[in-house]
Structures are given as C-alpha cells and as structure tokens.
C-alpha cells in the first residue's frame, strides 16, 4: 500500500511541484483535535500557505479570522453585510450588492456546528491511521492539468469545475470536493491572491483523499509516456523547424 509520504514525493518529483501536497481533516464535533499548532487568527489559505511550506496548522472557531470562511466550515453564521453582498461591492469585488447577495447565496457550507476543526499539514507528514478528506494542491496549471487528467485517467469522462471566484481555496479546492466526492479546480479569488504569495502564474486544484491513491498510481502511468512527450513540445519544435526552413528557402541566395 502507497504510503503519504510516497504518494506526496511521487506527485513531487513526477509533476517537479514546488510546493508540498496539502492534506486537509475536516474534524467533527466531539472528536479529539490533533495535536497541532492553533496560530493567532489566519484565513483558511493563510493557513493553506504555511502547509506547503511544511507547517502543520489547526483551525478553529477562535482563530479564524475571515467570516466568510467560518461561514463556509460552519463555525459561526455570516455577518448581514456578507450576506447581504454588501460587503463585497464594497471591495469592488461585485457590480452591485445584489450581485454578491447571489454569489454568497450559491456558495455550498458545511453544516452549522457540525465541524469543531480543520486540520491542514503536508501530505507526507500524515500518518498511515489517518486518510485526508483533501488534498490541495497550488501549482501550475499544466501541473495541475496532470492531476486532473489522473483522476479519470482509468475511467475516462470530462471533468467539471465549479467556482463562483470567491471562497477559491477554502470553498473550491476543500469543501466542494469534500462534499461532491470529485476533483475541483480553481483559478484563484480576490481573497487568497490578495492575502497569500499565491503567484499570478499558479492556481488550485483538490482532490478527495480517498481518491489519492489512484490518481498517484495514474500519474505514475501518464509519467511513463504522456507526459515527458508533452514537455518535450516535439510536434511543436518540428513545426517551428518548418517554419524557420521555409523563411530560409525565401531568403536572398537561398
């Protein structure tokens, strides 16, 4: 059996991913909180930053410190500024409040009261008892482009992703896989591009931890062929070898 940590080094070394894989636990009410380190108020992608880096992070109810993100975990109700979108045309986020109103309205939540807890630590360092609800992963998007295609590697099918471009890493890329049970993608928000070092060049991608295992096993396979093909761009540099034989062929004396 794939432990963690191969599963974290294979995705690592095959994707060449500069930061680590991030597994995230949802932890119901009641259930003993893992032993790790609560820091002073962080957004759940403040937090999702620190565990690429390799920090190991619990958030709470009395840490977090963005109201739509304790929203969306369940954690407190929303504000009525929030709800009512007035918050966000506020930030120039939406046109109009009625337009953040209807936003807010079609972002997916857990239950109120029924999540004490989110754990997020990097994927290698999760123990062989324990399998993530989510992995995260912030990468490229012809990174991520290789998980995606992983995950129906063996099934086949399309892919569909769904964001309303806010909430991106705490709604997008963690709960709504959590929920759906299928991969999701995301290009990024207001939020966690203006609160983290998410690079302009970078977006987001989960996926259900019990499917990590077999996208690992996939990628392992698209790694054996398909994908050095691609980056090798072959078809590509033949066709600039094209055209630069025909820019040649019409030069004086040629």
């Known amino acids: 059996m794939m432990t963690h940590r191969e599963a974290a080094a294979a995705m690592t070394d095959i994707l060449g991913l500069r930061w680590s ?6 932890i119901s009410a009641g259930e003993p909180a893992p032993d790790l380190e609560a820091p002073s108020p962080r957004r759940f992608c403040q937090v999702l930053m620190e565990a690429r880096r390799g920090e190991k992070r619990l958030l709470t109810p009395d840490n977090v410190s963005c109201p739509a993100v304790a929203a969306a975990l369940g954690f407190r109700p929303l504000p009525d500024k929030l709800a009512s979108g007035e918050m966000l045309a506020g930030f120039g986020i939406f046109a109009s409040a009625e337009a953040g109103r209807r936003t807010i309205e079609s972002i997916p939540r857990l239950d109120h009261g029924k999540y004490a807890a989110v754990a997020l630590l990097p994927l290698g360092e999760v123990g062989a008892d324990c399998t993530p609800d989510v992995v995260i992963v912030e990468a490229l998007p012809e990174q991520l482009m290789w998980l995606a295609l992983a995950s129906v590697h063996d099934t086949g099918g399309r892919l569909e992703f769904s964001t309303a471009v806010l909430q991106a890493t705490c709604v997008d890329a963690a709960i709504l896989p959590f929920l759906t049970g299928r991969p999701n993608a995301t290009l990024g928000c207001y939020g ?3 609160a983290t070092d998410l690079s302009d060049e970078e977006s987001v991608i989960g996926i259900p931890g019990p499917m990590l295992a077999r996208v690992v096993t996939s990628l392992k396979q ?6 050095p093909r691609v980056r090798e761009k072959a078809t590509y540099r033949h066709l600039q070898g094209k055209a630069e034989g025909a820019c040649d062929s019409q030069s004086p004396g040629g």
Not at 21 to 26: C, D, E, L, Q, T
Not at 222 to 227: F, R, S, V
């Open 192 to 194: 966690c591009r203006e």
């Open 222 to 227: 698209l790694a054996a062929k398909a994908l």
């Open 21 to 26: 894989p991030v597994a995230v636990k949802f």
